[in-house]
């Protein structure tokens, strides 16, 4: 499977994006999906996952702000982002795993975006 990032983007802080990740190459339902974020010098962190049934996952962090879904019939998984703090500023890729539960653990994930950039300011 091949996935794609956009929306991201410059926002103020307290403002909101919504990050898609498009998927070719097979069926998204066939996965479990993640967001994860990265700033230079730390290592990938898990922000949010899904299963194709909707259950989800979160990091302590994003919980309450941010949200995940998934569109299996578009083959596309949606964050959105509100209440963004500067401290969410980050590249944000998505990833998918044949594992059946949504793992915020990078190692667990077998296919990755080129990333999206967010920055809050």
């Known amino acids: 499977v091949q996935l794609v990032e956009s929306g991201g983007g410059s926002v103020q802080v307290g403002g909101s994006l919504r990050l898609s990740c498009v998927a070719s190459?097979?069926?998204?339902?066939?996965?479990?999906m993640g967001w994860f974020r990265q700033i230079p010098d730390k290592e990938r962190e898990g922000v949010a996952g899904i299963e194709s049934d909707g259950s989800t996952s979160y990091a302590d962090s994003v919980r309450g702000r941010f949200t995940i879904s998934i569109d299996n019939a578009q083959n596309i998984m949606f964050l959105q982002m509100n209440g963004l703090k500067a401290e969410d500023t980050a590249m944000y890729y998505c990833?998918?795993?044949?594992?059946?539960?949504?793992?915020?653990?990078?190692?667990?994930?077998?296919?990755w975006g080129q990333g999206t950039q967010v920055t809050v300011s």
């Open positions: 990833a998918a795993t044949y594992n059946y539960f949504p793992s915020l653990s990078r190692y667990d994930y077998n296919y």
């Open positions: 190459g097979d069926t998204i339902s066939r996965y479990c």
